[in-house]
């Protein structure tokens, strides 16, 4: 009878323990935030993960009731700032920006990444969808998507292009782009899409296929000349510039993604928490204004919804880093 009786308590006093485990992590999700959280940007400032980053920082920042402090954290196509979030606790006081480069492009082509795009986050929210764009210094003989080929075609290898680093949406687009039309380009990686710009607006570098919301400013003040679109259909902002699509090439015209995630095993009320907050961000006018001005699209989804994007981007990419035969190696 002691026996069966140790037993029965030892069973019931883990299971009170259990239970009191979890309350206590209720309510320490319950009190989430009570400090500043810091938002790790993977690449430098002016580019579009920064641009999108900040857009929605403030407004989630409030719905929070504690700041989100902006961190960058460049290099390696992402990879840098990305390790860093994926090392975090798993307590939501350090999230970071998901991009395509993050999770799918440099993932794809670089095995020795210390950090799995699959398992080693926790998706929140997808924030904005955003278009692409190949663009050339003024400068450059071709100022269409055909007279360009002809100038790439015309001195093969001697025309570069800048990307915010090797692995980049920017640098595999071009690749997959250069690949399907014939073309022979030269590779310039840089630590984010805003020093690349900054080259191919100086004329230092002639070409660059970067995300609309970093491109469009310099397209808009001629300091830049837009050649084509990755985009469902033409845009409003650039409504005389074809799509990928339009010129034959469709499996070029792929869009970019910015969300949220943390660490892998973040607490499922801390999921929530976040998602709200930027859902309730992103329902403000002046939030989705800044971010539709840009070209992009406004997503606000589920932490479900966002786990299957990137799955799903993750494996187109890691195809054509196989079928370029594209690898850090």
């Not at 026996?3 to 009191?20: I, Q």
């Not at 006081?93 to 950090?115: E, M, Q």
């Not at 071709?142 to 001697?158: D, I, M, S, Y």
Request: glycine share 10%; hydrophobic share 45%; with cysteine.
């Amino acid at each position: 009878m002691i026996t069966t009786f140790s037993r029965r308590s030892a069973c019931a006093l883990l299971g009170g323990l259990a239970l009191a485990a979890g309350a206590m992590a209720d309510n320490a999700a319950e009190a989430y935030p009570s400090r500043p959280v810091r938002l790790i940007v993977p690449f430098a400032p002016g580019g579009t993960t920064d641009i999108v980053a900040r857009a929605i920082a403030p407004r989630a920042g409030e719905a929070l009731g504690q700041p989100l402090v902006i961190d960058n954290k460049g290099g390696g196509g992402g990879s840098v700032g990305a390790s860093e979030a994926a090392r975090a606790r798993a307590d939501g006081y350090t999230l970071g920006v998901a991009t395509v480069s993050t999770t799918a492009t440099n993932p794809a082509i670089n095995a020795k990444l210390p950090y799995n795009p699959l398992t080693d986050f926790t998706p929140i929210i997808n924030i904005a969808a955003t278009p692409n764009v190949l663009a050339v210094h003024p400068g450059f003989k071709g100022h269409t998507f055909a007279a360009f080929v002809e100038e790439v075609k015309r001195n093969p290898g001697q025309h570069a292009y800048g990307t915010a680093g090797t692995g980049s949406i920017g640098h595999m687009l071009t690749e997959l782009m250069a690949s399907r039309s014939g073309l022979t380009l030269t590779h310039v990686p840089y630590r984010g899409s805003g020093p690349a710009l900054n080259d191919v607006v100086a004329g230092q570098v002639p070409i660059v296929f970067d995300n609309l919301p970093s491109a469009l400013p310099f397209i808009k003040a001629g300091r830049l000349v837009a050649l084509a679109v990755a985009a469902p259909q033409r845009l409003p902002q650039l409504p005389q510039v074809p799509t990928f699509a339009e010129l034959g090439l469709t499996e070029v015209n792929r869009t970019a993604f910015y969300g949220l995630h943390g660490p892998k095993d973040l607490p499922p009320a801390i999921v929530a928490r976040v998602n709200a907050a930027v859902r309730q961000a992103l329902a403000t006018p002046e939030v989705r204004r800044q971010i539709e001005e840009t070209g992009s699209s406004v997503v606000g989804n589920s932490p479900e919804a966002f786990a299957q994007e990137i799955a799903a981007e993750n494996a187109v990419y890691r195809k054509i880093a196989v079928e370029r035969g594209i690898s850090m190696d």
